[in-house]
Nanobody
């Protein structure tokens, strides 16, 4: 069973930066896709960014040019560098892991951006 734990959330002013970390354990495969999703109050969970084993990155349009997803070479962790944060980025951010039909999620970390 893959276990994921997020950290790095917090309160930041608009225009500031935060870096989220997702630490994984339990046999993470390089054939998987890992990523970040977020859920704001009253809204559905949405994709933020994903990264494949080959390093292919995919971003939501709303974060392109501001957020960067990266990973360690052994897949023990992925990161989300968030720059120029906006109040609309406020949400709980979740780390995800997918390989074929298997899926795992972290518990989430709160990011709050004040205006």
């Amino acid at each position: 069973q893959v276990q994921l734990e997020e950290s790095g959330g917090g309160l930041v002013q608009a225009g500031g930066s935060l870096k989220l970390t997702c630490s994984g354990s339990g046999g993470i495969s390089s054939l998987s896709v890992m990523g970040w999703y977020r859920q704001a109050p009253g809204k559905q969970r949405e994709l933020v960014a994903t990264i494949t084993g080959r390093g292919t990155r995919n971003y939501a349009e709303s974060v392109k040019g501001r957020f960067i997803i990266s990973r360690t070479t052994n897949w023990s962790a992925i990161f989300l560098q968030m720059n120029n944060l906006k109040p609309e980025d406020t949400a709980v951010y979740y780390c995800s892991y997918r390989r074929q039909t298997y899926e795992s999620w972290g518990q989430g970390t709160q990011v709050t951006v004040s205006s």
